[in-house]
């Protein structure tokens, strides 16, 4: 029960009303730039790994799509269900708790796509809370996308996208070689530059030693950070 003077974060975005739970984190520059870059088409079936408030949920459903959306995190399961049926979209948006393919088993999708946790994490700074798993992605960063990337040939339908975004210093050139490797055809779709992440100050020595591509400054505070939407397809 949330008390009278507790307060409740909303979010609108496209005309769509979001409620923002505890612990669930606020769409970002990173959210939004994915959600550009989503070619959804009428009918097809979603998959959205990391759902969080469940906006790229929502907007897909809206685009007429059907959409499982799932997440590690119980508060961001309950706040993306709801916010599906604040949006009239509860019939179209399925949300299932637990780690990435996990709740998918024996499922094909036309579209997987995730805006996933990928903040390099120093060892041993990794932490439990929800609010770690929306921004941690493992000493390289690469933890919850290597998983992602790995597992699309068996989820996605022939001729099926998967689509995330990168942070310019986990290496365009790798996410190229990762997709190619499972047998995805890569390209990148998308890209802006953004505020650097408030996050990556308190680790940017950790941050540099893992930008094997040499993408940020050696010197100095970075004040920017490309970001990229990558998409690798299957074959028909
Ligand atoms: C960067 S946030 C993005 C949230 C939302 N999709 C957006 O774009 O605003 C990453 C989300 O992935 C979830 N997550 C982290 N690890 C996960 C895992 N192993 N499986 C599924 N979801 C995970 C987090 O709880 C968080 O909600």
Redesign the pocket.
Known sequence: MVSADEGVLVYVYRGALFKIAEG?????A??LL??RHLELRPGERVL?????????AVVAARAGCRVVA????PE?VACARENAALNGAADRVEVRL???YEPVAGMTFDLIC?????MPTPPGRDRSD?VA???NGGVDGWE?LD?AIQGAPRHLAPGGRLVF?LFAFLGQKAAMAKLEAVGLAPRVIGREVQAFPRIGYERLDHIRSVDTEGVLPRTGLPRTVERFVVQGTKPR
């Open positions: 669930v984190q606020v769409p970002k990173g959210s994915f959600c959205e790994l990391g759902t969080g408030a469940g906006l790229a799932t997440d590690v995190v961001a637990g780690d990435c995730t805006n996933p946790p990928q929800p798993a929306a921004d919850i998983r975004t």
